[in-house]
Protein backbone atom coordinates (compact mmCIF):
# COMPACT_ATOMS: atom_id res chain seq x y z
CA UNK A 1 0.00 0.00 0.00
CA UNK A 2 1.38 3.54 -0.89
CA UNK A 3 2.21 5.58 1.91
CA UNK A 4 0.65 8.61 0.41
CA UNK A 5 -2.14 8.59 -2.32
CA UNK A 6 -3.71 10.23 -4.93
CA UNK A 7 -5.97 9.91 -8.07
CA UNK A 8 -3.69 10.47 -10.66
CA UNK A 9 -6.72 12.22 -12.80
CA UNK A 10 -6.45 14.06 -15.23
CA UNK A 11 -9.13 16.54 -12.94
CA UNK A 12 -11.09 18.70 -15.78
CA UNK A 13 -12.83 21.19 -14.47
CA UNK A 14 -14.30 24.66 -16.33
CA UNK A 15 -13.05 28.36 -15.41
CA UNK A 16 -14.79 29.12 -12.30
CA UNK A 17 -15.56 26.06 -11.04
CA UNK A 18 -14.50 24.55 -7.63
CA UNK A 19 -11.38 21.92 -8.15
CA UNK A 20 -11.38 19.54 -5.29
CA UNK A 21 -8.27 17.70 -4.95
CA UNK A 22 -7.74 14.73 -2.14
CA UNK A 23 -5.12 12.60 -0.23
CA UNK A 24 -5.46 10.08 1.73
CA UNK A 25 -1.86 8.63 4.00
CA UNK A 26 -1.10 6.16 5.90
CA UNK A 27 0.68 6.88 9.10
CA UNK A 28 -1.66 7.87 12.07
CA UNK A 29 1.27 10.00 13.62
CA UNK A 30 1.27 12.23 10.73
CA UNK A 31 1.11 15.77 12.09
CA UNK A 32 2.00 17.91 9.24
CA UNK A 33 0.48 18.13 5.33
CA UNK A 34 1.36 20.34 2.41
CA UNK A 35 0.24 20.73 -0.74
CA UNK A 36 2.56 21.42 -3.78
CA UNK A 37 1.86 22.73 -7.18
CA UNK A 38 4.46 21.67 -10.03
CA UNK A 39 4.15 23.24 -13.79
CA UNK A 40 5.29 20.74 -16.11
CA UNK A 41 9.33 21.19 -16.65
CA UNK A 42 9.35 23.13 -13.35
CA UNK A 43 10.00 22.19 -9.80
CA UNK A 44 7.62 21.92 -6.79
CA UNK A 45 5.96 25.32 -5.51
CA UNK A 46 4.76 24.79 -1.79
CA UNK A 47 0.90 26.30 -1.68
CA UNK A 48 -0.73 25.51 1.59
CA UNK A 49 0.80 23.60 4.54
CA UNK A 50 -1.83 22.50 7.41
CA UNK A 51 -1.20 21.04 11.03
CA UNK A 52 -4.58 20.40 12.55
CA UNK A 53 -7.84 19.01 11.80
CA UNK A 54 -10.53 21.45 10.17
CA UNK A 55 -9.82 23.90 7.01
CA UNK A 56 -7.26 26.47 6.61
CA UNK A 57 -7.74 28.93 4.09
CA UNK A 58 -5.39 31.07 1.86
CA UNK A 59 -6.93 33.52 -0.69
CA UNK A 60 -8.82 30.73 -3.28
CA UNK A 61 -6.92 28.06 -1.67
CA UNK A 62 -8.44 26.14 0.77
CA UNK A 63 -7.02 22.79 2.90
CA UNK A 64 -8.86 20.16 4.93
CA UNK A 65 -7.93 17.86 7.00
CA UNK A 66 -9.54 15.15 8.76
CA UNK A 67 -6.73 12.80 10.67
CA UNK A 68 -9.02 10.54 12.45
CA UNK A 69 -9.80 9.76 8.37
CA UNK A 70 -6.47 10.05 7.03
CA UNK A 71 -7.34 12.54 4.62
CA UNK A 72 -6.40 15.75 3.41
CA UNK A 73 -7.62 17.84 0.96
CA UNK A 74 -7.33 21.25 -1.09
CA UNK A 75 -10.09 23.09 -2.96
CA UNK A 76 -9.39 25.87 -5.08
CA UNK A 77 -11.96 28.02 -5.61
CA UNK A 78 -13.19 30.51 -8.95
CA UNK A 79 -10.69 27.98 -10.58
CA UNK A 80 -8.17 29.77 -13.80
CA UNK A 81 -6.68 28.08 -16.91
CA UNK A 82 -3.46 29.37 -15.04
CA UNK A 83 -4.34 26.80 -12.25
CA UNK A 84 -3.80 23.88 -14.69
CA UNK A 85 -0.54 21.97 -13.17
CA UNK A 86 -0.24 18.94 -11.92
CA UNK A 87 -0.64 19.31 -7.78
CA UNK A 88 1.58 17.11 -5.12
CA UNK A 89 0.32 16.15 -1.83
CA UNK A 90 2.80 15.48 1.12
CA UNK A 91 3.06 14.55 4.67
CA UNK A 92 5.26 13.98 6.53
CA UNK A 93 6.06 10.45 7.54
CA UNK A 94 8.33 8.16 10.20
CA UNK A 95 11.44 7.08 9.33
CA UNK A 96 13.62 5.74 11.75
CA UNK A 97 13.49 8.80 14.21
CA UNK A 98 12.47 11.57 11.82
CA UNK A 99 9.68 12.76 10.01
CA UNK A 100 10.46 13.13 5.83
CA UNK A 101 8.04 14.74 3.48
CA UNK A 102 6.37 11.93 1.24
CA UNK A 103 4.88 12.89 -1.41
CA UNK A 104 1.97 11.33 -3.65
CA UNK A 105 2.09 11.04 -7.01
CA UNK A 106 0.10 14.16 -7.92
CA UNK A 107 -3.17 14.97 -9.18
CA UNK A 108 -3.56 16.54 -12.92
CA UNK A 109 -5.85 19.51 -12.66
CA UNK A 110 -6.81 21.38 -16.42
CA UNK A 111 -9.17 24.26 -16.12
CA UNK A 112 -10.56 24.74 -19.42
CA UNK A 113 -11.81 28.21 -20.39
CA UNK B 1 20.69 33.17 -1.00
CA UNK B 2 17.26 34.22 -1.91
CA UNK B 3 15.95 30.67 -3.01
CA UNK B 4 17.99 26.83 -3.39
CA UNK B 5 20.27 26.75 -6.12
CA UNK B 6 20.87 23.54 -7.76
CA UNK B 7 23.65 23.27 -10.64
CA UNK B 8 24.10 22.13 -13.17
CA UNK B 9 20.99 22.66 -14.45
CA UNK B 10 21.48 19.79 -17.06
CA UNK B 11 24.13 17.01 -17.15
CA UNK B 12 24.62 14.84 -19.62
CA UNK B 13 27.08 11.90 -19.02
CA UNK B 14 27.98 8.24 -20.29
CA UNK B 15 27.02 5.12 -18.93
CA UNK B 16 29.59 4.22 -15.73
CA UNK B 17 30.94 7.43 -15.38
CA UNK B 18 30.46 9.66 -12.14
CA UNK B 19 28.66 12.74 -11.76
CA UNK B 20 28.58 15.45 -8.93
CA UNK B 21 25.02 17.36 -8.26
CA UNK B 22 25.00 20.55 -6.01
CA UNK B 23 22.87 21.94 -3.94
CA UNK B 24 23.01 25.46 -2.05
CA UNK B 25 20.17 25.81 0.26
CA UNK B 26 18.45 28.98 1.48
CA UNK B 27 21.02 30.68 4.06
CA UNK B 28 19.71 29.45 7.95
CA UNK B 29 18.14 26.11 6.79
CA UNK B 30 19.05 23.76 8.92
CA UNK B 31 17.07 20.81 6.91
CA UNK B 32 17.80 19.62 3.40
CA UNK B 33 16.43 16.86 1.27
CA UNK B 34 17.52 15.20 -1.90
CA UNK B 35 14.78 13.85 -4.37
CA UNK B 36 14.14 12.43 -7.58
CA UNK B 37 11.49 12.97 -9.98
CA UNK B 38 11.58 10.27 -13.56
CA UNK B 39 9.08 11.58 -16.23
CA UNK B 40 5.75 10.87 -15.60
CA UNK B 41 6.42 9.76 -11.77
CA UNK B 42 6.55 11.09 -8.05
CA UNK B 43 8.90 12.58 -5.92
CA UNK B 44 11.31 9.70 -4.38
CA UNK B 45 13.11 10.49 -1.17
CA UNK B 46 16.81 10.00 -1.54
CA UNK B 47 18.58 11.69 1.57
CA UNK B 48 17.97 13.69 4.40
CA UNK B 49 20.51 16.22 6.34
CA UNK B 50 19.61 18.11 9.57
CA UNK B 51 21.80 20.21 10.94
CA UNK B 52 24.94 18.28 12.34
CA UNK B 53 22.99 15.23 12.81
CA UNK B 54 23.95 11.79 11.27
CA UNK B 55 21.87 11.92 7.76
CA UNK B 56 18.86 10.00 7.01
CA UNK B 57 19.96 7.91 3.97
CA UNK B 58 16.96 5.54 4.13
CA UNK B 59 15.77 6.39 0.34
CA UNK B 60 19.31 5.81 -1.45
CA UNK B 61 18.27 3.23 -4.16
CA UNK B 62 21.81 1.78 -4.25
CA UNK B 63 25.21 1.82 -2.98
CA UNK B 64 26.63 3.86 -5.88
CA UNK B 65 24.92 6.78 -4.67
CA UNK B 66 26.11 8.81 -1.94
CA UNK B 67 25.76 12.53 -0.64
CA UNK B 68 27.44 14.58 2.03
CA UNK B 69 26.14 18.55 3.79
CA UNK B 70 29.90 20.44 4.53
CA UNK B 71 29.03 22.73 7.11
CA UNK B 72 25.59 22.76 7.29
CA UNK B 73 25.27 24.61 3.87
CA UNK B 74 26.13 23.28 0.82
CA UNK B 75 25.40 19.63 -0.23
CA UNK B 76 26.70 17.34 -3.13
CA UNK B 77 24.79 14.40 -4.13
CA UNK B 78 27.49 11.72 -6.05
CA UNK B 79 26.10 9.27 -8.21
CA UNK B 80 28.91 6.58 -8.95
CA UNK B 81 29.27 4.68 -12.28
CA UNK B 82 26.02 5.93 -13.77
CA UNK B 83 23.57 3.80 -15.18
CA UNK B 84 20.77 4.78 -17.68
CA UNK B 85 18.06 4.12 -15.01
CA UNK B 86 19.21 7.43 -12.95
CA UNK B 87 18.07 9.45 -15.41
CA UNK B 88 16.14 11.83 -13.96
CA UNK B 89 15.29 15.27 -12.23
CA UNK B 90 17.25 15.49 -8.87
CA UNK B 91 15.61 17.96 -6.67
CA UNK B 92 16.70 19.66 -3.66
CA UNK B 93 14.45 21.55 -0.81
CA UNK B 94 15.37 23.05 2.37
CA UNK B 95 13.72 23.88 5.04
CA UNK B 96 13.58 25.91 8.76
CA UNK B 97 11.96 22.77 10.38
CA UNK B 98 9.37 20.03 9.78
CA UNK B 99 7.86 22.96 8.02
CA UNK B 100 6.92 23.79 4.27
CA UNK B 101 9.89 22.60 2.53
CA UNK B 102 11.61 25.41 -1.01
CA UNK B 103 12.69 23.64 -3.92
CA UNK B 104 15.22 24.43 -6.26
CA UNK B 105 15.12 24.08 -10.04
CA UNK B 106 16.48 20.88 -9.81
CA UNK B 107 19.05 19.08 -12.17
CA UNK B 108 18.03 17.13 -14.78
CA UNK B 109 20.11 14.20 -15.51
CA UNK B 110 20.45 11.97 -19.03
CA UNK B 111 22.90 9.24 -18.50
CA UNK B 112 23.61 7.60 -22.72
Known amino acids: QKEVEQNSGPLSVPEGAIASLNCTYS??????FFWYRQYSGKSPELIMS????GDKEDGRFTAQLNKASQYVSLLIRDSQPSDSATYLC?????????????FGRGTSLIVHP | GAGVSQSPSNKVTEKGKDVELRCDPI?????LYWYRQSLGQGLEFLIY????????KSGLPSDRFSAERTGGSVSTLTIQRTQQEDSAVYLC??????????FGSGTRLTVV
Open chain 2, 49 to 56: FQGNSAPD
Open chain 2, 93 to 102: ASSVGPGGYT
Open chain 1, 27 to 32: DRGSQS
Open chain 1, 50 to 53: IYSN
Open chain 1, 90 to 102: AVNLRSGGSYIPT
Open chain 2, 27 to 31: SGHTA
